[in-house]
Each structure stands twice: as C-alpha cells, then as structure tokens.
C-alpha cells in the first residue's frame, strides 16, 4: 500500500510510468524514505527540505564508488524529492549478530580505508595532497555489504574533502554505541597507523547510554 503524498505518488507515475509500492523505510530518522518496490527492481525515495547537496555529491561519485544512482530529482511545496537505485544488502547494525563483533569492526575498517584511498581530485578538484574524501556521516548504518564482501556507501548529503579524523571520530561513537566500549581501539588498529587526535580520543572515552537505562 502507498504511503506517499499525492504529490510524490503523481509524480513517481510519472518517472517510473509502472506501478509501484512505497514503503516508508524504519531506518530513516532525518528525512522521509520510503522503499519504492516495482516489477523492475527496487529504489529508494527522499523526501525533505534539502537535498540538493546529496542529488550533486551522489553525481560526483558516479563510476568513482560504489553509491546508489540518482535516477531523478524533483522540487516542489518547498520540498526536495530524491529518486536514487537501490544498493542491495545489508547495512553493518544489520549484519550484527550474523557475524562476530571482530568482523563488523574489520569490514567497518576496510570499508573506510577504501572511501580514504579515492583520488579525492577527482570529486574535488580544489583538495590539498593531504585530504582524503570524507563522507561526512560515518555510521555503521551507511555501509551496504553485498554477497558477504563487496562495500557501498549511502547518504552522501555531508560528502566533503579534510582530514581523515572526521569520518574515523564518527566511525568509533559510530562502534561504541552499537557494539559496547573497547571496540574504537580495535578499529583504529585495523585500519591502521592514524594520529590520535583530541577528536578521535574524545570519541574512543564516549560510552553509550540508552535513554531506557536512565
């Protein structure tokens, strides 16, 4: 059953001329998404006040990583509408329990490792030698493990170039909140030789409390 405004159900018609099924996806919590299921395949829709950041990082990246595909984007009622491919598998929470706690973490750090060794020239042209291309929202929930080995990436609305400590600094509050304490030092020694900068360290002190155990 479609769960979408007359709006964006007018308009996905219109885009996708098929029928479809959206879905409002649970692993959103910023913007509305919503799962569109066609006979063809599947795709994801965003909808919020802003995501034309995401619509021009997602462009930059195309044939660079592996990233959904903007298929179409649209703007309307002071609303952004973002059309993109889905990117199959199972994001890195969901793969928690599947496999070990040590296999997380090291496909976590892999995956980093790759995003920080592209030719970030080649998305921006103005970064220094010593940038890395930083994803900006770092979380276990944005990496995508397809047949149990190939890496993506989704959410790209914050993509930029700096240091590396930024996405490392999100990757380890990223661990400790889903895995427990003592696993951002394992991180870091997977993905290798970093300086521990007051960022990273602050991060690697957080310990994470649910609001129940309050």
């Given at each position: 059953?479609?769960?979408?405004n007359p709006l964006a159900e007018k308009w996905l018609s219109i885009v996708l001329t098929t029928p479809f099924n959206a879905t409002k996806h649970i692993h959103s919590h910023q913007d509305e998404v919503y799962k569109i299921e066609?006979?063809?395949?599947?795709?994801?829709?965003?909808?919020s006040k802003s995501l034309k950041a995401e619509h021009?990082?997602?462009?930059?990246?195309?044939?660079i990583l592996n990233a959904p595909r903007v298929i179409n984007f649209y703007n309307a009622d002071e609303k952004d509408y973002l059309l993109i491919s889905e990117l199959p598998g199972?994001?890195?929470v969901e793969l928690i329990g599947e496999w070990t706690?040590?296999?997380?973490?090291?496909?976590?750090a892999q995956a980093i490792r790759h995003?920080?060794?592209?030719?970030?020239a080649k998305v921006f042209p103005h970064a220094s030698t010593n940038d890395v291309l930083s994803h900006g929202d770092m979380a276990l929930p944005n990496i995508i493990i397809s047949d149990q080995s190939k890496v993506g990436f989704i959410d790209f609305g914050q993509l930029s170039c700096g240091s590396p400590e930024l996405d490392l600094a999100d990757a380890i509050w990223s661990l400790q909140r889903n895995l427990g304490p003592g696993y951002?030092?394992?991180?870091?020694?997977?993905?290798g030789a970093v300086?521990?900068?007051?960022?990273?360290?602050?991060a690697l002190k957080f310990k994470y409390h649910s609001p129940e155990s309050e």
């Amino acid at each position: 059953m479609n769960q979408l405004n007359p709006l964006a159900e007018k308009w996905l018609s219109i885009v996708l001329t098929t029928p479809f099924n959206a879905t409002k996806h649970i692993h959103s919590h910023q913007d509305e998404v919503y799962k569109i299921e066609t006979p063809s395949g599947c795709y994801y829709l965003k909808i919020s006040k802003s995501l034309k950041a995401e619509h021009d990082n997602l462009k930059k990246l195309e044939g660079i990583l592996n990233a959904p595909r903007v298929i179409n984007f649209y703007n309307a009622d002071e609303k952004d509408y973002l059309l993109i491919s889905e990117l199959p598998g199972k994001n890195l929470v969901e793969l928690i329990g599947e496999w070990t706690k040590l296999e997380v973490v090291e496909k976590f750090a892999q995956a980093i490792r790759h995003l920080h060794s592209v030719d970030v020239a080649k998305v921006f042209p103005h970064a220094s030698t010593n940038d890395v291309l930083s994803h900006g929202d770092m979380a276990l929930p944005n990496i995508i493990i397809s047949d149990q080995s190939k890496v993506g990436f989704i959410d790209f609305g914050q993509l930029s170039c700096g240091s590396p400590e930024l996405d490392l600094a999100d990757a380890i509050w990223s661990l400790q909140r889903n895995l427990g304490p003592g696993y951002g030092e394992i991180f870091l020694k997977k993905y290798g030789a970093v300086a521990i900068t007051p960022k990273i360290q602050k991060a690697l002190k957080f310990k994470y409390h649910s609001p129940e155990s309050e």
